[in-house]
């Protein structure tokens, strides 16, 4: 039942967003009480914590799922956009707005989540690009994962991008390109080309 809710949540939450979502339409949305629902959440704010750290969890298993599998930088970054399209690609980003301004405590999971797992594995992933010559010898691992960081933030908040001029994902994809670029050698180009299906001349 538990689940039931959350994914009910889910499916109003993401299109919708928060604030404009009602428990008596959640509640309408699953067919069920809102007493049904206070049996297992005390709260929206709970329904809310408990949705993001599931779909933290999922994405934890689907990053190390594309990390593992990926021969190398460029195909673990092409892989990784794959992921952003399937993870991002229906949520309302007012989704992430709301809860930056209205749930401080449960952005924190994503915070957690971005500075320990997402910055682990983006160093982890400069460092093999570099022993695999893939990636420029010179760039700085540290300083290069942390702008990483916040190029994700910053198209989550629609700080620079506004969303009613480029979708969330449109911004995400574009700015994981542009960074592959910037840090891969002339070998890595060439190897992203051919990801891209680019005939070089």
């Not at 629609?158 to 994981?176: P, Y």
Request: hydrophobic share 40%; aromatic share 10%.
């Amino acid at each position: 039942m538990k689940e039931k809710i959350l994914k009910g949540a889910e499916d109003l939450f993401f299109k919708y967003g928060i604030k404009n979502i009602t428990m008596d339409e959640v509640a309408k949305h699953l067919g069920m009480s809102k007493k049904t629902i206070y049996e297992y959440f005390k709260d929206k704010d709970e329904i809310i914590h408990s949705l993001m750290f599931q779909k933290l969890e999922q994405d934890r298993i689907t990053f190390t799922k594309t990390y593992s599998e990926s021969e190398n930088v460029v195909a673990e970054v092409f892989g990784i956009m794959k992921n952003l399209k399937e993870i991002i690609g229906n949520i309302n980003p007012i989704l992430f707005h709301e809860l930056h301004k209205f749930y401080p405590n449960t952005w924190k999971l994503y915070e957690d989540f971005k500075n320990s797992f997402i910055l682990e594995n983006i160093e982890r992933c400069l460092r093999k690009g570099q022993s695999d010559g893939l990636v420029r010898a010179d760039i700085n691992i540290r300083l290069l994962a942390r702008m990483r960081l916040e190029n994700i933030d910053m198209s989550l908040q629609g700080r620079v991008f506004s969303n009613d001029k480029f979708s969330l994902l449109e911004v995400q994809l574009a700015m994981t390109e542009h960074f592959l670029y910037g840090i891969c050698t002339l070998k890595g180009h060439k190897l992203i080309n051919k990801y891209k299906n680019i005939i070089e001349e």
